[in-house]
C-alpha cells in the first residue's frame, strides 16, 4: 500500500487505499484541511504540493499542470493535488503560499 508523508505538518502519514482517486480526494478523506480555491478542478495553483521525495510515483502530468508549468506558476518539482494519482511512496510539503493560518506547521 503506497504511502503519503507530509513532511511539514509533522511527517503525517497517509496509506493509500485506493490508487484512482487524486492526491486531493486522499488528503481530504484523511481529515487533513488542504487549500483548493477552484473545488479541485485544476484551474488554479493554491493545492500544489512540492514534491521531496517520488516524483516518480506520480502519474502523467495532466493538461492544467503543463498549462501551469510553462506559465511558470508550477516549479520542475510541484504537482497540482487535484491533478495527479499516487502509484508509490511519496515524501512531499505544503506549499509555503498555500498554508492555512490555523494550522500549525512543522519545519
Known sequence: MPKIVIQNLHN???FIKNENKNLLDIIHENYIDWMHACGGKG???TCKVQVLEGL???S???E???KYRRMKRLADNERLSCQCQI???ILVNVADENKFN???YSD
Do not use: P, V, W, Y
Request: proline share 0%.
Open 60 to 62: 502523467e502530468e495532466s
Open 56 to 58: 516518480d510515483n506520480f
Open 87 to 89: 502509484h508509490g511512496d
Open 43 to 45: 484551474r488554479c495553483t
Open 102 to 104: 490555523h494550522i500549525q
Open 12 to 14: 503525517k502519514e497517509i
Open 64 to 66: 492544467a499542470e503543463l
